[in-house]
């Protein structure tokens, strides 16, 4: 066969050539070994970043609002959409009041302008680890200030004191929505989780002007119950589930 009839000193060239890619790919593994391990230990684990996004990331928010961590708690999320399902399969006609957040994806890093343009070319490092950790999607550049989105559901407050403590780094927030919308509230309780949905209409680039709230119970075991709606109205006195369970401020 053709192989055959190498010299054996074709041979010998070959393995060393061989050799010598094996070398380069055990230093390059060590390279990126030795890069993973200058990260420090971050908020998050592995497993619960990759758990993010969810299958309703609109759920997420809310249930991420509920959530202690840096991404929502699994249990919650259950939670939340089973009862918001339930919720909807009982009064169809709120199945398009969605949770209202108060931030944009995204996160603002603020910087000098030669900051700023490192960041842009990519020449800034010290971001790596937060932007490998967090699973940055997309980095724009601002006026004065970087726009960072993730690719998943994040506590963006957290997130964003992370950025803020990087060098060089002036600032870093959430990119707050303004104006209002409809919204669910949520609030958890011992045997009983309770819901009000909020249809926000007139004005909402202001705040709106008009709420109409929807009140329901929910169990454990995902079954929801109508207790009440009322119209928000000014000099007329709110129902005691209106205070408890409604807010028109978004934390």
């Not at 603002?108 to 700023?116: E, F, R, Y």
């Not at 993730?150 to 407050?157: A, H, M, S």
């Not at 009440?228 to 129902?239: E, G, I, R, S, Y």
Request: with cysteine.
């Amino acid at each position: 066969m053709l192989y055959r009839s190498f010299a054996l000193g074709a041979l010998v060239v070959l393995a060393a050539g061989c050799l010598e890619q094996s070398d380069n790919a055990k230093d390059s593994a060590s390279n990126n070994a030795s890069a993973a391990t200058d990260c420090p230990v971050l908020p998050g684990t592995p497993a619960e970043i990759a758990q993010t996004p969810r299958a309703d990331q609109n759920l997420e928010l809310l249930a991420l609002s509920l959530s202690a961590g840096l991404t929502a708690d699994q249990a919650v999320y259950d939670r939340v959409v089973q009862d918001v399902q339930s919720i909807r399969s009982l009064q169809p006609q709120l199945a398009d009041v969605t949770y209202h957040p108060a931030y944009v994806n995204q996160i603002l890093v603020g910087a000098s302008p030669d900051t700023l343009e490192e960041m842009d070319r990519g020449a800034y490092k010290s971001w790596d680890c937060l932007n490998q950790q967090y699973k940055l999607k997309s980095k724009t550049r601002a006026s004065t200030a970087m726009v960072l989105q993730f690719d998943g559901i994040f506590d963006l407050k957290q997130l964003s004191a992370l950025y803020a403590a990087l060098p060089e780094v002036t600032y870093a927030e959430p990119n707050l929505i303004l104006g209002g919308a409809s919204s669910i509230y949520v609030t958890p309780d011992t045997s009983q989780w309770h819901y009000v949905l909020d249809v926000a209409s007139d004005d909402c680039e202001a705040g709106c002007i008009n709420h109409q709230l929807y009140y329901f119970v929910t169990n454990d075991g995902g079954a929801a119950e109508y207790v009440a709606d009322w119209l928000v109205a000014p000099d007329t006195q709110a129902p005691e589930w209106v205070a408890k369970y409604w807010s028109d401020v978004r934390n």
